[in-house]
């Protein structure tokens, strides 16, 4: 039921981890199922030098936890806001209809993360 | 690579031996049994010596065996069938809180028709309480259903016990029987039931054929309408190469039952041994009154669909009551009935074995699973979080 790029990125998962003393942390839970992820981020001159993820959840929360910490490295924090799930699920080439609110997580670990950058770096600009 | 089979609850391998008594009956003893001619003769020949050798194993006459497509129609024919022929007599259904869906959205749907279901909670390991049935039997009360092993988590339920609550108190009683066979005796006089579910494709039969036992005198409401087969009870021309194979693969799965569940059982106790002595792993069901082949494990700070599809890249197939697998984003039923929370429930497994697996398959999945939970766990913040607490 899963494309092979996905089961690529659960099985090889990218970027899997914590960062020490990250610039920014986002945890968000999926209200429909219960799942939880965890994202955390190094910010260098407003650019995501390193980002790495926590996820507990089904096989498509771990590919698309992986999938958009390789969409937002290197990224502005801008350019990192501006990720959609729908994004994140088409370089997976696709999730299943009832699949599709995990990525959702994906996008919201990321907003969340860069919003507490934000917070903790108030004269930061985007 | 090494494929292990560990999801004999949903589905077992027909049976060589049982293929091979069905396959006449798909291109030389092809007839419809209705034939007046020697073709559909023989093929009645084959219905009714079916029916007898499953009669045999449950203990009753032939007349009261009803073949169908399988343990939903059963259920839904058991459970209809009585609530429209007992219109008069009252509404009221029992049932438990584990039950298969068959039966749940069953009574869901009766519900919508004007009965009135009570749902039995089970205890945290999953037992029905017999004094809980009768207590709440009312004097419309028409129809007892419980089932005799739980699919999910193993657990076997006091059926005899409850069957006899049913009848000092003129009540019908069904049980769902899809699990048991082959795994515990089941004998319909012992058991007392008025009615029982089976599927031949939980004891390595094939697909889409059951049975329907219905004790002689009990009234129920047709369910599928046609023609005059099963004694004009089920219409449908019979299945007659896959009745055929229920019935040896029933006779087969019920011979020297002590010895070969004593062999999967011992089986099952390594993988359960094995499994709860990992850190912050549970037994889910109860660990003695259990279905041999059944080991349902909750993996805390992981989710069940991720363990499943790891376990299946190396080769291991099992299932899950976890949110994520069912489709409907709730944890599987029977897992909260326990009362498990919801992020528990989340991690479960359920290892179901039969007489196919090894010890070898056993051992594999011991050496296999722990490296498999420690990678999860290194990537879950639920984990993590826990960890830093413990500190
Ligand atoms: S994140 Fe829970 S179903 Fe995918």
Wanted: hydrophobic share 40%; with cysteine.
């Amino acid at each position: 039921m899963y494309s092979e790029k996905v089961m690529d990125h659960f099985s090889n998962p990218r970027n899997v981890g914590e960062i020490e003393n990250a610039d920014g942390v986002g945890t968000v839970g999926n209200a429909k199922c219960g799942d939880i992820m965890r994202m955390f981020l190094k910010v260098e001159n407003g650019i995501i030098t390193d980002v790495k993820f926590k996820t507990f959840g089904c096989g498509a929360a771990i590919a698309t936890s992986s999938m958009a910490t390789e969409m937002v490295k290197g990224k502005t924090l801008k350019e990192a806001l501006q990720l959609t799930n729908a994004a994140v699920a088409e370089a997976l080439d696709g999730l299943p209809p009832v699949k599709m609110h995990c990525s959702l997580l994906a996008e919201e670990a990321v907003k969340a993360a860069v919003e507490d950058y934000m917070k903790k770096h108030p004269d930061a600009v985007i | 690579m090494n494929r292990i089979y560990m999801d004999n609850a949903a589905t077992t391998a027909v049976s060589p031996a049982v293929v091979e008594k069905m396959l006449p009956y798909f291109t030389e003893c092809y007839g419809n049994a209705s034939s007046i001619h020697s073709t559909g003769r023989d093929a009645r020949k084959a219905l009714e010596e079916a029916r007898r050798r499953v009669a045999a194993v449950l203990n009753c006459s032939p007349n009261e065996i009803y073949f169908t497509s399988g343990g939903s129609e059963s259920d839904n024919w058991a459970l209809k069938g009585a609530a429209f022929a007992n219109r008069k007599k009252g509404k009221h259904i029992i049932t438990s809180a584990v039950e298969h869906h068959a039966i749940l959205h069953t009574c869901e749907y009766l519900e919508k028709q004007g009965c009135e279901i009570t749902y039995i909670p089970v205890d945290a390991d999953g037992l029905v309480n017999p004094a809980d049935v009768e207590a709440a039997i009312r004097p419309d009360t028409i129809l007892i259903s419980i089932m005799a092993a739980n699919n999910e988590i193993g657990t076997i339920e006091p059926i005899e016990e409850i069957a006899a609550i049913a009848h000092a108190h003129g009540v019908l009683f069904h049980t769902d029987a899809v699990q048991a066979i082959g795994a515990i005796p089941v004998d319909v006089q012992k058991i007392g039931c008025d009615m029982l579910s089976l599927s031949a494709h939980k004891f390595h039969g094939p697909k889409g054929v059951g049975v329907l036992y219905i004790r002689k005198g009990v009234r129920l409401e047709n369910f599928m309408h046609g023609g005059a087969q099963e004694r004009g009870r089920r219409a449908a021309t019979e299945n007659v190469p896959g009745i055929v194979g229920l019935a040896e693969a029933i006779t087969l799965a019920t011979e020297n039952l002590e010895e070969k569940n004593a062999r999967i059982a011992a089986l099952r106790d390594q993988l359960i041994d094995g499994l709860t002595a990992l850190p912050y792993v549970r037994l889910n069901g109860h660990r003695t009154k259990r279905l041999p082949g059944n080991c349902n494990i909750s993996v805390q700070f992981i989710e069940g669909e991720a363990l499943l599809l790891r376990l299946d890249l190396a080769g291991i197939a099992a299932s899950s009551g976890s949110a994520c697998t069912s489709g409907s984003l709730d944890p599987s039923h029977v897992l909260l009935a326990i009362g498990l929370p919801h992020a528990i429930a989340h991690g479960s497994l359920r290892l179901s074995l039969s007489d196919t697996n090894t010890q070898e398959d056993v051992d594999y999945v011991l050496n296999t699973l722990p490296g498999i939970i420690e990678t999860l766990r290194s990537m879950s913040p639920l984990y993590q979080d826990f960890m830093e607490e413990q500190k």
